[in-house]
């Protein structure tokens, strides 16, 4: 099973739902991210959140469209993206994006980043994507990634106290056993050039950044 959950951020940087990169996927939506999915002609499996962002008109059209919501009070301790993120972590997907939760207020992309965490000892590949980054957590382990050429900008940072044993085989600026610091930028902004580039760790949770701009 692959999910893609859909939030509320600016519809500009939401990728084409329609292309064919997102055919196998099932929807969820997140709040206002429902209505993008309703508007796109998609109907999510699940729904989630207090839809406060919606409209009169939007929250009725939610409303009488027969999906299956999750409909919680504004004062509540989880964001509309986490109540639908766990829901889908529980589905033990093999692979689940979250599109729609960049731009717009820092508070709410600073988060949403931080909820890659709940992946982070499960088989499910979580992945934040929007028309210009893809964002994943990697855990302690060897990686070997296909280069992906929409993506010129490779970078890296500590989402620990610190990442040790940082090692970067086929790319612009190679590490070997290297310690990554929270804290530093000491990995920003790099570029892969072999087709299959290497990633390896021996501890610590590392955030890689493919950016194409």
């Given at each position: 099973m692959k999910l893609a959950i859909v939030a509320?951020?600016?519809e500009s940087l939401i990728p084409d739902l329609q292309s064919s990169e997102f055919?196998?996927?099932q929807w969820v939506g997140a709040d206002h991210g429902t209505m993008v999915l309703v508007n796109n002609?998609?109907?999510p499996i699940r729904a989630f959140g207090d839809f406060d962002s919606l409209s009169e008109d939007e929250?009725?059209?939610v409303n009488h469209s027969g999906l299956q919501l999750s409909i919680f009070p504004p004062e509540k301790d989880k964001t509309d993206l986490e109540l639908a993120l766990d829901w889908a972590l529980s589905q033990s997907p093999e692979q689940c994006l979250l599109l729609g939760v960049t731009g717009g207020r820092q508070d709410h992309a600073l988060a949403s980043v931080q909820l890659l965490m709940k992946a982070a000892h499960m088989t499910t590949k979580l992945e934040i994507m929007d028309r210009r980054n893809c964002i994943t957590l990697l855990t302690?382990?060897?990686y070997h990634i296909k280069k992906n050429i929409f993506y010129r900008y490779l970078s890296f940072l500590s989402?620990?106290?610190k990442v040790t044993g940082l090692t970067l085989k086929g790319v612009k600026y190679p590490l070997q056993e290297a310690d990554l610091p929270l804290g530093s930028?000491?990995?920003i902004s790099n570029e892969a050039e072999a087709n299959v580039f290497t990633v390896?760790?021996?501890?610590g949770y590392l955030l890689m950044m493919q950016c194409s701009d």
């Amino acid at each position: 099973m692959k999910l893609a959950i859909v939030a509320g951020g600016p519809e500009s940087l939401i990728p084409d739902l329609q292309s064919s990169e997102f055919r196998d996927y099932q929807w969820v939506g997140a709040d206002h991210g429902t209505m993008v999915l309703v508007n796109n002609n998609i109907r999510p499996i699940r729904a989630f959140g207090d839809f406060d962002s919606l409209s009169e008109d939007e929250r009725a059209k939610v409303n009488h469209s027969g999906l299956q919501l999750s409909i919680f009070p504004p004062e509540k301790d989880k964001t509309d993206l986490e109540l639908a993120l766990d829901w889908a972590l529980s589905q033990s997907p093999e692979q689940c994006l979250l599109l729609g939760v960049t731009g717009g207020r820092q508070d709410h992309a600073l988060a949403s980043v931080q909820l890659l965490m709940k992946a982070a000892h499960m088989t499910t590949k979580l992945e934040i994507m929007d028309r210009r980054n893809c964002i994943t957590l990697l855990t302690p382990g060897t990686y070997h990634i296909k280069k992906n050429i929409f993506y010129r900008y490779l970078s890296f940072l500590s989402l620990s106290e610190k990442v040790t044993g940082l090692t970067l085989k086929g790319v612009k600026y190679p590490l070997q056993e290297a310690d990554l610091p929270l804290g530093s930028s000491l990995c920003i902004s790099n570029e892969a050039e072999a087709n299959v580039f290497t990633v390896a760790l021996s501890q610590g949770y590392l955030l890689m950044m493919q950016c194409s701009d």
